[in-house]
């Protein structure tokens, strides 16, 4: 579990998303490039995917709330609220999104730091977040989310987790821009579980997808 430098860094003499919060334009960018390379495998991962009880579901780092969406969308959910945290500048796109799918009066997007503080929720999502960061900064997401959240509170994280050896895996290939954009890094099963006990979850079970992505499942302990 050691650190990695950005390579992106050293040219942005920045970190990647302290220089992509400083101009709107770049956040609006950013954040459509992401959907369009993800949206299609998160959906698959998650369509098939139920979701542990909680009446109030919150997508940390939830963006423009389109895992939301996914999430309470379907029939079956309606009983659910929802949360969509993230920071100002990028979570003030979810409100549209949020109408357009008849969710409004069930979801709220919550500007917010997920690094100091995170809203009290049932079930806590993160969607591809881990992935971004080291394992300190990691630490520090789970562990407030472990601080707002009730003993016996879940976790579901969708990532890519990484098979041992030299099986080949997408994640693998994702690991390399990691490596190219930012500190973070693709893990393994062992290296997940790690991290969740150093911040207040014990690991539940990991759920295989259609999709390269898997759902980690994880309790307040």
Request: charged share 20%; aromatic share 6%.
């Amino acid at each position: 579990m050691q650190l990695r430098d950005s390579g992106q860094d050293a040219v942005r003499r920045h970190p990647f998303f302290e220089w992509l919060s400083s101009d709107p334009t770049q956040v609006q960018t950013f954040t459509g490039a992401m959907a369009n390379l993800t949206d299609g495998i998160r959906a698959g991962a998650l369509a098939g995917y139920e979701l542990p009880e909680g009446e109030v579901v919150a997508d940390i780092g939830g963006a423009d709330g389109q895992v939301m969406v996914l999430l309470l969308a379907r029939p079956g959910r309606e009983a659910r609220r929802g949360i969509v945290f993230d920071l100002p500048h990028v979570v003030s796109a979810a409100g549209p999104v949020l109408t357009a799918a008849g969710l409004s009066e069930r979801v709220r997007a919550v500007p917010g730091d997920f690094f100091t503080s995170v809203p009290a929720a049932d079930l806590y999502v993160v969607s591809m977040i881990l992935h971004d960061w080291d394992d300190a900064q990691c630490t520090r997401i789970l562990s407030r989310m472990a601080e707002a959240a009730r003993p016996g509170a879940r976790l579901s994280a969708l990532e890519f987790v990484l098979p041992p050896g030299n099986t080949p895996h997408m994640g693998k290939i994702i690991d390399l821009t990691m490596l190219g954009m930012l500190t973070g890094r693709e893990r393994t099963r062992a290296e997940f579980e790690a991290l969740l006990a150093a911040s207040g979850w014990r690991m539940d079970r990991v759920v295989e997808t259609p999709t390269p992505l898997t759902v980690i499942e994880a309790t307040r302990v």
